[in-house]
């Protein structure tokens, strides 16, 4: 397991922007990806989406639908830390959003699924409000 360190969180009003880190210090990692679980998807009991895949190993980076175009994701050259810069947010953007790491070579590409990683970060909130 990695020991991922999250910030970023808070109020961001509909329209602006964000960036969310996510730190795997001193650690090799082959897959990168932000999930987010919205308050929508915890009152009807559903698991946190992947919304953004990173492949340390030939760089592809896969963006779904629902924030492609608004959202980007990039790295440092040690390529352990993963910014994912927010853009034209709404309301619906608002959410847990966790990121996840892992060591062994996986399927890096949307869709991804939470059970394909071991390592975690804390969570942080994310509210798109006026």
């Known amino acids: 397991q990695v020991r991922l360190v999250e910030s970023g969180g808070g109020l961001v009003q509909p329209g602006g922007s964000h960036i969310l880190t996510c730190e795997a210090p001193?650690?090799?990692?082959?897959?990168m990806a932000w999930f987010r679980r919205t308050p929508e998807d915890e009152r009807r009991g559903k698991e946190r989406?992947?919304?953004?895949?990173?492949?340390?190993?030939?760089?592809?980076?896969d963006y779904d639908d629902s924030v492609k175009g608004r959202f980007r994701v990039y790295t440092t050259n040690a390529k352990n830390i993963l910014y994912l810069e927010m853009g034209s947010l709404k309301p619906e953007d608002t959410a847990m959003y966790s990121c996840?790491?892992?060591?062994?070579?996986?399927?890096?590409?949307?869709?991804?699924?939470?059970?394909?990683?071991?390592?975690w970060g804390q969570g942080t909130r994310v509210t798109v409000s006026s």
């Open positions: 001193g650690a090799t990692v082959s897959c």
């Open positions: 996840a790491a892992e060591t062994k070579r996986i399927a890096c590409r949307l869709p991804i699924w939470g059970d394909n990683f071991s390592s």
């Open positions: 989406e992947g919304i953004v895949s990173y492949d340390t190993g030939d760089g592809t980076i």
